[in-house]
């Protein structure tokens, strides 16, 4: 299994719900990112998680919120968002910090519309 | 000054002719250096990576990294419709974090 798969792949909330983003691999990969990329602009680093311990935030607002259940798991629980925060939003996963020759390897998304 | 800079275009060439995508950046420590492929409402997907300097090939795709003018490049020969696509560059120094150009769109014409 190469993949990583994210769920749902289309979400509309309104700023008062609350939803959870999710994403799972099987490829063994002890980091793992959400990336958030707006419509022609590159994919801007939110988390990082190594050995499921949150590594890096990017100073990212407390409306969102990582969890990172296990070594396949990786969700982000979203509350209160902003129109702006309509985006979408990528996991991606690597064998160690992104080094070569792995890279990352990216799901295909969960694009969000915040109403 | 951004730390990576990349032309957005949008490149349209014919099919067959060779594509030339480039990135600058700012930031010596870079170590590694990588080109993803990104389908419309789709992740990237990588395409090509490189540490430090030199060529690497792959088929059709040709990767460049020149350190010391700071500048990377990506070759696409015979390029084909199911090329058509938006490529990132992508920087490390080694760590966590990974820098993206902003990406350029390409359209292969039929």
């Known amino acids: 299994d190469t993949e990583v798969t994210q769920t749902p792949k289309h979400l509309v909330m309104g700023m008062t719900n609350k939803k959870s983003l999710k994403c799972e691999q099987h490829m063994g990969h002890r980091a793992m990112y959400w990336y958030k990329q707006k419509a022609k602009k590159p994919p801007e680093l939110m988390f990082v998680?190594?050995?499921?311990?949150?590594?890096i935030n990017e100073s990212v607002p407390s409306r969102f919120s990582p969890e990172c259940p296990n070594s396949s798991l990786l969700n982000l629980h979203l509350h209160a968002l902003q129109p702006e925060d309509s985006a979408l939003y990528l996991c991606?996963?690597?064998?160690?910090?992104?080094?070569?020759?792995?890279?990352?390897?990216f799901g295909s998304g969960t694009r969000l519309t915040v109403v | 000054q951004k730390e990576v800079e990349q032309d957005p275009g949008p490149l349209s060439v014919p099919e067959g002719a060779i594509v030339s995508l480039n990135c600058t950046y700012s930031n010596s420590a870079f170590q590694y250096f990588m080109w993803y492929r990104q389908y419309s409402r789709k992740g990237p997907e990588l395409l090509m990576y490189?540490?430090?300097?030199g060529n690497k090939e792959d088929g059709r795709f040709t990767a460049q990294v020149d350190k010391s003018s700071k500048y990377i490049s990506l070759f696409i020969r015979d390029s084909q419709p199911s090329d058509s696509a938006t490529y990132l560059c992508?920087?490390?120094?080694?760590?966590?974090?990974?820098?993206f150009g902003a990406g350029t769109r390409l359209f292969v014409k039929a």
């Open positions: 998680y190594s050995y499921e311990k949150l590594s």
């Open positions: 490189t540490y430090s300097s």
């Open positions: 992508a920087m490390n120094t080694g760590g966590f974090k990974t820098i």
């Open positions: 991606a996963s690597s064998q160690d910090r992104g080094r070569l020759p792995y890279g990352y390897t």
